[in-house]
């Protein structure tokens, strides 16, 4: 499958990935460096990230034989890049929503 062969559909999706990826590891970075609560969270937030795709890139070997399937060791980047996306798009929400508390009771 070449890349003339994906909708727009696809395309659209993989362009949110990436901004979603983008916005993880940006904010991840920022609240561990500018941050005032949480930078531990915020530094292993980013750490998992980085590594995941460190991990993922640098995945030397291919699958064995003609399956399809992922090699493992891409898969524990993938899945170590989506831990640390997760948490911090939930470290995120979490610091949204007692801004909000803040503000609503202020």
């Known amino acids: 499958m070449s890349t003339n062969d994906w909708s727009p559909i696809e395309l659209f999706n993989i362009g949110m990935c990436l901004l979603v990826l983008l916005y993880s590891l940006l904010f991840s970075g920022w609240q561990a460096c ?4 949480g930078i531990w969270f915020w530094r292993a ?5 980085g590594s995941g ?21 891409f898969s524990i980047g993938v899945v170590i890049i989506l831990t640390g996306i997760v948490l911090t798009l939930s ?3 979490l610091k949204l929503l007692a801004m909000l508390r803040k503000r609503h009771a202020a």
Do not use: N
């Open 34 to 37: 500018k941050g005032k609560t």
């Open 45 to 49: 937030c980013a750490l998992l990230i």
């Open 53 to 73: 795709i460190v991990i993922a890139l640098y995945t030397d070997r291919p699958a064995v034989g003609d399956t399809p399937e992922m090699p493992a060791e």
């Open 91 to 93: 470290g995120s929400l």
